[in-house]
């Protein structure tokens, strides 16, 4: 099934061809002017080049051709040589049924389906998350579902902070904080495990000494605590390079944060929507690392840098200015080497990314991997995916950063709470959720709701605010947090997109109680056309989407469907037609329209409730 833009570019390559003109310049879009046409083409501009003639005489050409083409109701030139096409009331009414008839409402799949894993949310352990973590989420979300609807073999995988620096950090924080753990540490320094039955009693132990509420105290205090005080940096470097020898005591504390901090961080991450294929940490790879550091250094990958080892990534000739510690500037190998083993002997995020694409390509042999890792990272991903590609984990041009830039406050930084610390993902949730009772209330919507049904739609609406303001934007632009517009439901926003639903499905349900069946559609007025117009639009949106990995596409989609389906709603009545035959085909393009908006909207990890 192919819609309307294919199937008329196919008919003017045509044309062009039989002019002994390139194929490719029979291109077609949609219509700047839909009050002209629906779709134009403006490849003659450049055939005249080619062919050396003027475009309109080529125009005319191709217009000639293509006159009483059985999808078009007419084809004329415009302006300089433009070609404008406008379709038949007859073909739209065909291709509307085609769609209405189709369970992905005509959105097309991929010829080859790739494996493809998808990185994303990079939660941390005991490090709140921040609004950074927001975006990779609910971006990542969307971008595995995108790839996964258009037939790919798709794996999302959370890929856990669980290995690094913080680790130390929190294990110094915890010894200092409390004497009976400092003491259980002092005593399980060997790295040979104790009993079963030893294992469990100390989790006991540690679960009654260390929850969640201590672990956010602490970690931000050790983090600031780090970067002035010298000493205390070097214990949790070394509590770091000890915990990944597998020093006893501190892998079973580590245990104990994972655990804790994992069943928090799954319960919010569950509650937006998002879902993890995979709940993988980089401490995974941790048995991989050895024999990769052996493997790298037998290729001659590795060099010494004082007591650190790394892999040189510049080509030769590829440099950036640097700036030395007094102020001169010369021009360093860039990007920077990866470090792969610290001077402490730790592994570093690198090199845990790094055995993290080994160890994909050894389980999965992914074609692709896309990381929705804020933009703040970009030069992380370019030294990750050059080793990668050096060491022969992937092959060149399989591993994509996926950048966003950043949620910022009306001061234009990354957005904070109004004490200035990072704003922890369930207070944000609490926080837009309060706000959407407070807008349903202001609408006088869901007032004959029963509580709990209030309660889950107004969760909805939240979760449609927030997800909706994020994946509107292309994800390369920083946005503003702004609350009250994000949660009206008046607006390009994600609660006006779940009341059209709503609207639709309460229109249905009256339709059902008067008996009334949906019918054989036929396009009649302009509101059926640009409804029918925007329906056919859906695959070139996905597609789009799919390869720009922007989900931005389809929240334009889902929002010119919505407006659209506003207007056919005011200007075509359903239930008062006057015959059966209109309100049946009526009916039947509302609800096709309610099919698609639902289709584009789970695509964005949105769900529609069913009243409001
Ligand atoms: N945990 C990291 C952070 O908080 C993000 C992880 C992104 N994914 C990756 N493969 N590095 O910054």
């Known amino acids: 099934m192919s819609d309307l833009k294919r199937s008329l570019g196919e008919a003017v390559a045509a044309a062009f061809a039989a002019q002994g003109l390139p194929v490719e310049l029979g291109r077609v879009t949609a219509s700047d002017r839909p009050d002209l046409a629906d779709f134009q083409c403006n490849g003659a501009l450049p055939a005249a080049k080619v062919a050396g003639k003027p475009p309109r005489e080529i125009a005319a050409a191709i217009v000639e051709a293509l006159s009483g083409h059985p999808l078009l109701q007419s084809v004329e030139i415009a302006g300089l040589g433009f070609i404008n096409l406008r379709v038949s009331a007859r073909a739209l009414s065909d291709r509307a049924r ?85 003491t259980l540490m002092e005593r399980l320094t060997g790295t040979a495990l104790p009993s079963l039955s030893d294992q469990t ?140 083993v610290s001077s402490e002997g730790s592994a570093m995020y690198g090199t845990t990314d790094l055995a993290t694409v080994l160890d994909r390509s050894r389980t999965f042999a992914p074609h692709l991997i896309l990381y929705c890792v804020d933009q703040r990272q970009a030069d992380h991903f370019e030294q990750v995916f050059r080793a990668s590609y050096l060491a022969g984990y992937a092959e060149p041009g399989s591993l994509e950063h996926i950048g966003f830039g950043t949620m910022n406050g009306p001061d234009g930084k990354p957005f904070k709470t109004r004490e200035g610390g990072v704003l922890k993902l369930h207070d944000l949730i609490e926080m837009t959720r309060a706000k959407a009772r407070e807008r349903l209330q202001e609408a006088g919507l869901g007032g004959e709701l029963e ?8 969760h909805k609406v939240a979760v449609a605010a927030l997800k909706f303001a994020d994946l509107s934007n292309y994800r390369g632009t920083s946005y503003i947090f702004d609350l ?86 005011a200007a075509c009545p359903i239930l008062q037609a006057g015959n059966e035959a209109t309100a049946g085909s009526r009916l039947a393009l509302a609800v096709t329209t309610l099919k698609q908006l639902e289709l584009a909207l789970d695509l964005l990890g949105i769900e529609t409730p069913e009243r409001m």
């Open 451 to 458: 509580p709990a049904e209030f309660e889950d739609t107004a």
């Open 98 to 182: 085609e769609i209405s008839a189709d369970e992905r409402t005509g959105a097309g799949e991929v010829a080859e389906a790739r494996r493809v894993i998808v990185d994303y949310g990079g939660p941390n352990v005991a490090k709140p998350m921040h609004v950074g973590h927001l975006r990779a989420s609910i971006i990542g979300e969307s971008v595995k579902r995108i790839y996964r609807f258009r037939g790919d073999q798709v794996l999302g995988d959370a890929h856990f902070g669980d290995w690094g620096f913080q680790m130390g950090l929190l294990i110094v924080a915890c010894c200092d904080e409390d004497p009976f753990v400092r």
């Open 484 to 569: 009250d517009r994000f949660s009206s439901f008046e607006g390009k926003t994600g609660p006006y997109l779940l009341y059209q639903a709503v609207r639709i499905k309460s229109l249905l349900r009256r339709a059902e109680s008067e008996r009334l069946e949906p019918g054989r559609i036929s396009i009649v007025e302009p509101a059926e056309r640009e409804l029918a117009m925007l329906l056919d639009a859906f695959d070139t949106a996905l597609i789009e989407a799919y390869d720009k990995k922007a989900p931005n596409f389809i929240a334009e989609h889902a929002f010119k469907l919505a407006q659209s389906f506003s207007r056919f709603y």
């Open 201 to 340: 009693q100390v989790m006991g132990a540690l679960a009654d000494h260390i929850d969640l509420p201590l672990l956010d105290r602490l970690y931000p205090e050790a983090a600031g605590r780090a970067k002035t005080d010298v000493d205390y940096r070097d214990r949790a470097r070394r509590a770091t390079a000890e915990l990944q020898g597998g020093r006893l005591g501190y892998r079973l504390l580590w245990q104990h944060f994972v655990k804790v901090s994992r069943v928090a961080l799954e319960r919010e991450f569950h509650a937006l929507g998002i879902d993890f294929d995979l709940w993988k940490g980089e401490s995974d790879v941790d048995g991989l690392i050895d024999p990769m550091v052996h493997e790298l250094d037998a290729k001659g990958l590795l060099a010494n840098d004082q007591g650190a080892r790394v892999i040189h990534l510049a080509r030769p000739g590829e440099t950036k200015k640097k700036k030395a510690a007094d102020g001169t500037v010369y021009e360093a190998p860039s990007p920077d080497p990866l470090l792969v």
